[in-house]
């Protein structure tokens, strides 16, 4: 079957470093994406990685490793409105998106 | 400017009864989606639509239709309501493609009592 694992929940101080790491068993890979959603609204996109690799984007950057099935994204400076759950979604070799239950991340000052 | 709008953002409604959400994106996107988020925060994918043909039907109760009267907008219609279809219902659109990034409507929270 097609499995995606993250966390449940972490829990950082503001200011600080955070890195969330997902696995994933997919039929295939044609990307992998996070998404951050707050509580009781909707996800919204943050970073796309289809090769291995390092991608940066401000104070958040996701990591790959495809030959690992790996994830991990990193949230650098940690600010109260970072608490949120963050999903980890990964594109099999159908295109059909598979997503993780999510990690939430409560940031404590 | 919403991108993708759902209605109504809340529902709450008694067994048995049939409701209906509807979502409209303004995006020009070619392919729009349902997905269910339980309260476990798994997102379930319904349906997808492109360019008004369902290409995924997962394996949903045939009480739930989908319904594109044009690319634009795809409704959710639900027959005969169960306690365990409470959930937020989410829509979202996309160009599509394998880097397509999904674009989420805010949302229906349905209750059934």
């Known amino acids: 079957g097609q499995n995606i694992d993250q966390p449940t929940e972490m829990t950082a101080t503001e200011g600080a470093i955070v890195q969330i790491n997902c696995t994933y068993q997919t039929s295939g890979f044609n990307g992998l994406f996070w998404y951050q959603q707050h509580a009781g609204e909707a996800p919204t996109f943050l970073s796309y990685n289809v090769l291995d690799g390092l991608e940066e984007k401000g104070r958040f950057s996701s990591f790959l490793s495809r030959s690992k099935g790996y994830s991990y994204l990193l949230l650098k400076e940690l600010q109260m409105k970072d608490s949120a759950s963050y999903l980890c979604a990964v594109t099999d070799s159908n295109y059909q998106l598979i997503w993780g239950a999510g990690t939430k991340l409560i940031i404590k000052p | 400017d919403t991108a993708v709008s759902q209605t109504p953002k809340y529902l709450v409604t008694q067994m048995g009864n049939d409701k209906s959400i509807k979502c409209e994106q303004n995006?020009?996107?070619?392919?729009m989606y349902w997905y269910k988020q339980d309260s476990k925060k798994f997102l379930k994918i319904m349906f997808s639509y492109n360019n008004k043909e369902l290409i995924i039907n997962e394996t949903v109760p045939n009480r739930f239709s989908p319904k594109s009267p044009d690319k634009a907008h795809l409704n959710l219609h639900i027959n005969s309501l169960e306690l365990g279809d409470s959930a937020v219902y989410f829509c979202a659109s996309t160009t599509g493609g394998d880097t397509g990034e999904l674009f989420f409507g805010e949302g229906s929270r349905l209750t059934v009592l």
């Open positions: 995006l020009g996107h070619d392919t």
